[in-house]
């Protein structure tokens, strides 16, 4: 049960902390790196591999948290 709580919220955590990165990625490409002109082919990856790998390790950081979480002793 566990194991299924940590995935469900690993992944409500990672969607929008990838959505967020990327979107502050796009902003900053569009302002630094490329603004009006046509943006070349790879610029998706400029955008979207940060942000993957920024949202992996929120959603893995998160997962290991709640795995490691012990149940509150019994009483009685």
Known sequence: MRRLLAVIAAAVVGIPVFLGFAAGMAG????????????????????????GMVALAAAVSLYRTIMTWRAPPRAG
């Open 28 to 51: 900053v490409a569009w302002i630094f790196l490329f603004g009006d002109d046509p943006w070349p082919w790879w610029s998706s990856a400029v955008i979207f591999v940060p942000a």
